[in-house]
C-alpha cells in the first residue's frame, strides 16, 4: 500500500520545543559541534525503543556531538498516519533532557552551511551535482524526479546554471515530492548530504557521522565515497551500524558490563541473530558473522573477541 508523506508531522508540536529547527541556528550548530551524527530511520526507530539509552546518549555527549535529522527521515517516521509514534516523541524528549541538542533540518539548508565556507555559489553547486551522479541509479527516486523534470536535470547534472543560489532548495523540494514506499530515499539524501558537507573547509576527518542498521545504505554511502578520485573525496566519514557503536562505547568504558552491552543490542525488541560484518581472532579478512545478541555482547566484552567493521 503507498503510503502518503508529510514534510511536516500533523503532532510536530509535541517535540517542536524539544528541537532545533531554525536555519541560521542549524548553520552555528553544525559549524561549532564536534561530531555531527546523522540518524537513519532505521536506527532512530530501533534507539527510540531502548530502555537505557542513556548509554548512548553519553557517548554523543563526551563527543560533543549532535544529532541531525533530515526532513526526509522525519517524513519516514511519520509515514503511517502522519503522526510520530508516541515512542518517537519520548525519545526525542529523552535526547533533550540530556543536554543534547537535535536539530530537525531540510536537506536544503546544506547549502547554507557550505555558503559559510565558500566564496561563490558555483563551487557550492558543484558538490551538489557531484554528490547527486554519484548517488542516484536508474531505479532511484531521484532519477525519476531529474527524468520528469528536464530542466532540473540541465541544472544538477549539467550546471546549466552554475551561479544559481536556489538550486539546492528546488532540487531537494523536488525529490521530496516525489518520495514513495520502500524507497530509499532517506539514505540516498543523507548520503549526498553528507557527501556535501565533508568538503567543509578546516573540518577533522571523522567530524560527519550516519547512523544506520541498513546494510544497503551502508553499502551505497560508502560506495559514493569510494567512487570519489581521492583529489576530490573531502574528509572521511564515520558510518555507525548499532553494534559498532556499542563496541566503541565499551572501548571508551561507557559500557562496562555485558548486560548493558546486550540491552543495547537488543535496542528493545531483538530477540533473533544479529548479522555484522567484521572479523574474529583467527580470521584474515572480513566477512559476515551471524550471531546472537548474547553471544555478541560476550564477544565484544572479550578482548580480540570480535572487530566490528559495521
Not at 526507530?45 to 546518549?57: G, Q, S, T, V
Not at 547549502?111 to 561563490?120: E, L, S
Amino acid at each position: 500500500m503507498e503510503r502518503n508523506y508529510v514534510e511536516t508531522p500533523h503532532n510536530f508540536q509535541e517535540i517542536n520545543s524539544y528541537v532545533i529547527t531554525e536555519k541560521a541556528q542549524i548553520v552555528q550548530e553544525v559549524l561549532c559541534a564536534e561530531k555531527c551524527f546523522f540518524y537513519d530511520t532505521c536506527s532512530f526507530r530501533k534507539h527510540a525503543n531502548m530502555a537505557k539509552p542513556e548509554c548512548f546518549f553519553e557517548y554523543v555527549k563526551r563527543h560533543q556531538g549532535i544529532i541531525f535529522i533530515t526532513r526526509c527521515v522525519l517524513m519516514e517516521l511519520a509515514s503511517i498516519s502522519g503522526n510520530l509514534n508516541l515512542e518517537y516523541i519520548a525519545y526525542v524528549k529523552r535526547m533533550h533532557a540530556a543536554g543534547i541538542k537535535v536539530l530537525v533540518a531540510f536537506e536544503e539548508y546544506v547549502f547554507d552551511i557550505m555558503n559559510v565556507c565558500f566564496t561563490t555559489y558555483a563551487a557550492i553547486n558543484n558538490y551538489l551535482s557531484w554528490a547527486v551522479r554519484m548517488v542516484k541509479h536508474p531505479t532511484s527516486t531521484i532519477q525519476e524526479t531529474l527524468k520528469k523534470d528536464e530542466k532540473l536535470f540541465e541544472e544538477v547534472i549539467k550546471l546549466d546554471d552554475i551561479t544559481d543560489g536556489t538550486l539546492y532548495k528546488r532540487f531537494f523540494v523536488s525529490v521530496r515530492a516525489d518520495k514513495k514506499s520502500d524507497d530509499n530515499l532517506g539514505e540516498e539524501l543523507i548520503a549526498i548530504c553528507i557527501h556535501i558537507l565533508s568538503h567543509m573547509i578546516g573540518e577533522k576527518d571523522g567530524k560527519f557521522c550516519v547512523i544506520t542498521e541498513d546494510k544497503g545504505a551502508i553499502g551505497m554511502i560508502d560506495h559514493v565515497f569510494q567512487k570519489t578520485n581521492a583529489l576530490y573525496r573531502g574528509k572521511k566519514i564515520i558510518i555507525y551500524s548499532t553494534p559498532k557503536l556499542v563496541q566503541h562505547m565499551y572501548v571508551e568504558k561507557i559500557l562496562t558490563e555485558k548486560q548493558q552491552i546486550e540491552e543495547m543490542l537488543r535496542g528493545g525488541n531483538n530477540s533473533g541473530n544479529i548479522i555484522v560484518w567484521g572479523t574474529e581472532l583467527y580470521d584474515i579478512k572480513n566477512r559476515e558473522i551471524s550471531i546472537s545478541c548474547s553471544e555478541l555482547a560476550e564477544k565484544i566484552a572479550t578482548p580480540n573477541g570480535i572487530h566490528i567493521v559495521y
